[in-house]
């Protein structure tokens, strides 16, 4: 999965930006602890929560710092001759990990959030439109669809899913739903919100089946795929779908504040940025419009090419899934046989590199078991430097760790040892 588009070197559009001295490759160590070098992470940090806020490396920093740099350096020849030609070379590039053969089909944001807003709040919705989320759907996703309903006609329909669930479950229980609505001929199946991995819990879905379903029936459909660059393998062109956002920030080491949104072919031209700005015109001027949503620092969306080097750099983008894959297993396995945590799915196909177990010590339900465990997180970033993510979902109490390149069996082995030893404390001082 080797990239075969060249890197547009900023000074070969400008020759005066040689001038700017650009930050040296090199990568210190190999997966593991070794690999910390590479980040700017405290040495008495352990980070298990990749997954909300990811992490970049030196290097990328450094990168984005040298853009910035340049545009400094003359910013009118910057914004007006540099910056274009540099955005589409690194929409280019990108294309490559999304299976996307037109990259004129892609575009950045800031992050998934707004991807959603933008189309949701530029579709009109008539009485009896159904737009369509699961029950998992990230919660500041599931809003923008409230929102969208409560100042609408639309309506939305909540697909339940209660892990531990098969696929083929999940599929059916889509097709239920579709089914039913699909009973009362006032209604439309106009929207579906789908993400390609879940955050809590942290499972990977069949996106592509459920989005067959939906495109089945005619629906826009939405690819929330906030975690999907840089954790799971991905084919937009082979899935089909209207819409589909991920975040480059949380998996796949650039700067906070880079999403890559693609929009079908056939939607560009219907659909309109948030940010209105100068290249406004009916039928949309997807790139540009995109593009220019005021003036802002595009440095952050160009750390995606010092990003796809470093990945590269440390042997490409399987061998990065393939490590953290594998990690994630072990650490499943491992908190299982010794601390007695219960795995939330045995299905190969929802594992990436999220860890989800049940955590025996909490009972759901139980006020003072609850208090411990939406209290529990803050103690240990708060008190020891270490973060995790407990959840309730389906009646019990879970964690949710994220594998990374920088990250062994042992860190699971700490954390989850802290993790019971609080669990136990708290549970004490509130008996
Ligand atoms: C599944 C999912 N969707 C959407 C988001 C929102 O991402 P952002 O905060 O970058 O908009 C997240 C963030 O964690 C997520 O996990």
């Known amino acids: 999965m080797s990239i075969a588009v060249k890197k547009l070197d900023p000074c070969s559009i400008d ?35 990749n997954g909300s806020f990811g992490t970049c490396p030196k290097y990328v920093i450094d990168y984005a710092e040298y853009y910035a740099r340049c545009s400094e350096y003359n910013v009118d020849r910057w914004m007006e001759l540099t910056l274009r030609p540099l955005i589409y070379n690194s929409l280019e590039r990108i294309a490559h990990y999304l299976g996307v053969k037109d990259s004129l089909q892609l575009t950045y944001l800031f992050n998934t959030t707004s991807g959603l807003n933008t189309v949701l709040r530029g579709l009109t919705f008539e009485e009896g439109d159904i737009i369509f989320k699961y029950s998992t759907s990230y919660n500041a996703c599931s809003n923008v669809i409230k929102y969208i309903c409560e100042t609408t006609k639309a309506e939305f ?31 439309r199946i106009r929207f579906a919100l ?62 906070r504040g880079c999403a890559v949104f693609y929009v079908a072919n056939h939607l560009k031209t219907s659909t309109q940025p948030l940010v209105i700005s100068h290249s ?56 299982a046989s010794k601390y007695n945590f219960v795995p939330l799915t045995n299905e190969k196909s929802q594992i990436a590199s ?56 042992d860190d699971f082995d700490k954390y989850a040892k802290l993790l019971v030893k609080i669990i136990n404390q708290e549970l004490e001082k509130s008996a």
């Open 194 to 255: 789908i993400d390609a991995v879940i955050s809590v819990p942290g499972i990977v879905l069949p996106y592509a089946q459920l989005t067959a379903e939906f495109k089945k029936e005619g629906a826009l459909t939405f690819i929330d795929a906030a975690h999907a660059l840089g954790m799971i393998e991905i084919n937009i062109d082979q899935t089909g779908c209207d819409y589909f956002v991920t975040n480059a920030y949380k998996w796949f080491y650039t700067k």
């Open 157 to 187: 329909v909540d697909i339940q899913i209660n892990f531990p669930i098969t696929d083929e479950e999940i599929v059916k229980a889509t097709r239920d739903a579709i089914d039913k609505v699909k009973q009362d001929s006032s209604k």
């Open 354 to 409: 999220f860890v989800n177990m049940k955590i025996p010590q909490l009972e759901f339900g139980n006020p003072k078991h609850d208090k411990v465990g939406y209290a529990v997180d803050r103690i240990l970033l708060a008190q020891h430097n270490t973060s995790g993510k407990l959840y309730p979902h389906n009646g019990h109490w879970y964690v949710r760790l994220s594998a990374q390149i920088f990250l062994t069996l």
């Open 280 to 335: 406004y015109k009916k039928d949309c001027d997807f790139n540009e419009s995109f593009l220019w949503q005021g003036t802002v620092d595009f440095s952050t969306f160009l750390s995606t090419n010092a990003a796809i080097d470093f990945v590269e750099a440390i042997g490409g983008l399987n061998a990065v899934l393939s490590y953290c894959h594998s990690l994630a297993e072990q650490a499943t396995d491992l908190l």
């Open 15 to 49: 020759s005066e930006l040689a001038d700017i001295k650009k930050p040296e490759l090199e990568i210190v160590g190999s997966y593991g602890p070794a690999m910390r070098k590479n980040f700017l992470l405290n040495d008495r940090y352990l980070i298990l929560n």
